[in-house]
Protein backbone atom coordinates (compact mmCIF):
# COMPACT_ATOMS: atom_id res chain seq x y z
CA UNK A 1 0.00 0.00 0.00
CA UNK A 2 1.53 3.11 -0.90
CA UNK A 3 1.26 6.21 1.19
CA UNK A 4 2.20 9.51 0.76
CA UNK A 5 2.69 11.80 3.78
CA UNK A 6 3.25 15.55 2.90
CA UNK A 7 4.58 18.45 5.90
CA UNK A 8 6.38 21.42 5.73
CA UNK A 9 2.57 23.74 4.97
CA UNK A 10 2.14 26.39 7.70
CA UNK A 11 1.40 30.37 7.69
CA UNK A 12 4.27 33.18 6.23
CA UNK A 13 4.22 36.72 5.53
CA UNK A 14 3.82 37.54 1.22
CA UNK A 15 7.00 37.64 0.64
CA UNK A 16 8.47 34.35 1.87
CA UNK A 17 9.35 31.13 1.29
CA UNK A 18 8.25 27.48 2.74
CA UNK A 19 9.44 23.98 1.22
CA UNK A 20 7.35 20.70 1.56
CA UNK A 21 7.90 17.98 1.33
CA UNK A 22 6.02 14.66 0.51
CA UNK A 23 7.65 10.72 1.62
CA UNK A 24 6.33 7.86 -0.05
CA UNK A 25 6.54 5.10 1.42
CA UNK A 26 5.21 1.19 0.77
CA UNK A 27 6.04 0.64 -3.24
CA UNK A 28 8.03 -1.79 -4.53
CA UNK A 29 11.14 -0.18 -6.30
CA UNK A 30 10.92 -0.43 -10.07
CA UNK A 31 12.83 0.12 -13.23
CA UNK A 32 10.01 1.38 -15.08
CA UNK A 33 9.98 4.68 -13.20
CA UNK A 34 7.60 6.60 -10.72
CA UNK A 35 6.24 10.23 -10.90
CA UNK A 36 5.21 12.20 -8.36
CA UNK A 37 3.41 15.68 -8.69
CA UNK A 38 2.20 18.97 -6.31
CA UNK A 39 -1.19 19.90 -6.86
CA UNK A 40 -3.02 22.60 -4.65
CA UNK A 41 -6.77 23.73 -4.11
CA UNK A 42 -8.26 26.32 -2.58
CA UNK A 43 -12.06 25.24 -1.61
CA UNK A 44 -14.56 26.14 -3.85
CA UNK A 45 -12.58 25.92 -6.79
CA UNK A 46 -10.85 23.18 -8.71
CA UNK A 47 -7.62 21.20 -7.59
CA UNK A 48 -4.45 22.33 -10.18
CA UNK A 49 -0.91 20.91 -10.71
CA UNK A 50 1.74 22.77 -9.64
CA UNK A 51 4.97 20.66 -10.68
CA UNK A 52 5.51 17.24 -11.44
CA UNK A 53 9.03 14.92 -11.44
CA UNK A 54 10.00 11.57 -12.21
CA UNK A 55 12.25 9.07 -11.16
CA UNK A 56 15.03 9.67 -13.95
CA UNK A 57 15.25 13.78 -13.07
CA UNK A 58 12.86 14.68 -15.42
CA UNK A 59 10.69 17.88 -14.08
CA UNK A 60 7.90 20.03 -15.61
CA UNK A 61 5.73 22.61 -14.56
CA UNK A 62 2.23 24.39 -15.13
CA UNK A 63 2.90 27.75 -16.89
CA UNK A 64 1.72 29.83 -13.91
CA UNK A 65 3.81 28.34 -11.39
CA UNK A 66 7.41 27.99 -13.10
CA UNK A 67 9.09 31.76 -12.05
CA UNK A 68 8.39 31.01 -7.78
CA UNK A 69 8.07 27.43 -7.66
CA UNK A 70 10.38 24.46 -7.87
CA UNK A 71 10.57 20.61 -7.87
CA UNK A 72 12.94 18.23 -6.60
CA UNK A 73 13.16 14.50 -5.91
CA UNK A 74 14.97 12.13 -4.03
CA UNK A 75 14.82 9.22 -5.94
CA UNK A 76 14.37 5.65 -4.56
CA UNK A 77 16.79 2.59 -5.43
CA UNK A 78 16.70 -0.95 -5.21
CA UNK A 79 17.95 -0.87 -1.49
CA UNK A 80 16.05 2.14 -0.29
CA UNK A 81 12.25 2.32 -1.82
CA UNK A 82 11.56 5.27 -0.37
CA UNK A 83 10.86 8.85 -2.41
CA UNK A 84 10.49 12.04 -1.07
CA UNK A 85 9.16 15.09 -3.11
CA UNK A 86 10.34 18.38 -2.50
CA UNK A 87 8.62 21.86 -3.86
CA UNK A 88 10.78 25.14 -2.70
CA UNK A 89 8.06 28.08 -2.84
CA UNK A 90 9.35 31.42 -2.70
CA UNK A 91 7.85 34.83 -3.02
CA UNK A 92 5.03 33.78 -1.89
CA UNK A 93 1.49 35.66 -2.71
CA UNK A 94 -1.90 35.46 -0.36
CA UNK A 95 -3.15 33.92 -3.11
CA UNK A 96 -0.90 31.23 -2.83
CA UNK A 97 -3.17 30.08 0.03
CA UNK A 98 -4.66 26.40 -0.74
CA UNK A 99 -4.07 22.82 0.41
CA UNK A 100 -1.15 21.16 -1.11
CA UNK A 101 -1.43 18.08 -2.17
CA UNK A 102 1.45 15.88 -3.19
CA UNK A 103 0.12 12.83 -5.75
CA UNK A 104 2.06 10.01 -7.41
CA UNK A 105 1.74 7.03 -10.23
CA UNK A 106 4.05 4.09 -10.65
CA UNK A 107 5.53 2.40 -13.28
CA UNK A 108 5.82 5.10 -15.74
CA UNK A 109 8.26 8.02 -15.83
CA UNK A 110 5.46 10.60 -18.35
CA UNK A 111 5.50 13.96 -16.42
CA UNK A 112 1.69 14.54 -16.20
CA UNK A 113 -0.07 17.20 -14.31
CA UNK A 114 -3.14 15.50 -15.07
CA UNK A 115 -4.84 14.58 -11.64
CA UNK A 116 -6.39 12.00 -13.21
CA UNK A 117 -3.51 10.26 -13.89
CA UNK A 118 -2.58 10.03 -10.80
CA UNK A 119 -3.57 6.72 -8.19
CA UNK A 120 -2.26 7.82 -5.28
CA UNK A 121 -2.54 11.08 -2.97
CA UNK A 122 -1.83 12.38 0.51
CA UNK A 123 -4.05 14.25 3.33
CA UNK A 124 -2.85 17.48 2.59
CA UNK A 125 -0.89 20.33 3.84
CA UNK A 126 -2.24 23.97 4.74
CA UNK A 127 -0.50 26.92 3.34
CA UNK A 128 -1.33 30.63 4.42
CA UNK A 129 0.19 33.17 3.36
CA UNK A 130 -1.27 36.91 4.65
CA UNK A 131 -0.42 40.21 3.18
Known amino acids: QVQLAESGGGSVQAGGSLRLSCAAS??????????MAWFRQVPGKEREGIAV????????????MKDRFTVSMDIASPDNAKSTLYLQMDRLKPEDTAIYYC??????????????????WGQGTQVTVSS
Open 26 to 35: GFTYSKYGMV
Open 103 to 120: AAILYTSRLTLQQIDFVY
Open 53 to 64: SNSYGGTNYADS
